[in-house]
């Protein structure tokens, strides 16, 4: 259903199901569809008042019918992402576009939410589906095994999935590392066994040195 018409517009086979998508990430269609405004960005009440409690935005539309859409997002890489009954875990302004296999919610993250400035939750992605991930330049793909935990800058992460924990690591940064100030005093730091999406352009923070 979901494929890529070079690395940053995704082509959409929509027959019939419930396709949710970035609001305002359509660039054509053909055929016929119906496209519906979705309020919050996780499905059910849950979604909706914790994405208000935060102050995060992210507008999805539904997009039902026959024929293809083309969705894209300010000339951003899109990654697909195949889930088989796991969960993604995404920032809310990195996801474009999830098929009807699919289930959205949001979750709670603690400290790196709120250090990036984007509330205290981050957005789910379950079921067995497609789902198609935003990032600022061409993502990578991390491996985390149990004998090889990884360590990422917040600014450069996009999501993970799999049986990974997370952490935080405070005090010295890449930043410091290289001699240069004003980062983040934290890291986030993954165990387990799964997959790390990682942006080779880091985001703006707003907390500084928290």
Not at 7 to 36: E, I
Not at 38 to 49: D, I, N, P, T, W
Not at 116 to 121: D, E, R, T, V
């Amino acid at each position: 259903m979901f494929r890529l018409q070079g690395s940053k517009v995704l082509a959409v086979d929509v027959t019939g199901d419930a396709v949710k998508a970035k609001n305002g990430s359509m660039v054509a269609y053909d055929g016929q569809m119906a496209f519906k405004k979705l309020s919050g960005g996780g499905e059910g009440l849950r979604g909706m008042v914790t994405r208000r409690l935060t102050g995060e935005q992210m507008t999805v539309m539904e997009v039902r019918g026959q024929g293809t859409c083309w969705f894209a997002d300010r000339a951003a890489e899109i990654n697909l992402v195949a889930l088989r009954g796991d969960t993604l875990y995404v920032e809310s302004s990195n996801l474009l576009a999830t098929d009807a296999g699919l289930r959205t919610g949001t979750t709670f993250t603690g400290l790196r939410g709120a250090s990036q400035g984007n509330g205290l939750f981050t957005t789910t992605v379950e079921g067995t589906g497609q789902a198609a991930i935003l990032s600022d330049g061409p993502a990578v793909v991390l491996r985390v095994s149990p004998q090889y935990p990884l360590t990422v800058d917040p600014g450069a992460y996009i999501a993970h999935q799999g049986n990974v924990r997370q952490s935080f690591q405070s005090g010295v940064t890449f930043r410091t590392l290289m001699g240069e100030g004003g980062g983040e005093a934290f890291q986030l730091r993954f165990e387990g066994d799964g997959l790390v999406y990682v942006q080779p352009s880091e985001r703006n923070t707003i907390a500084g040195d928290l």
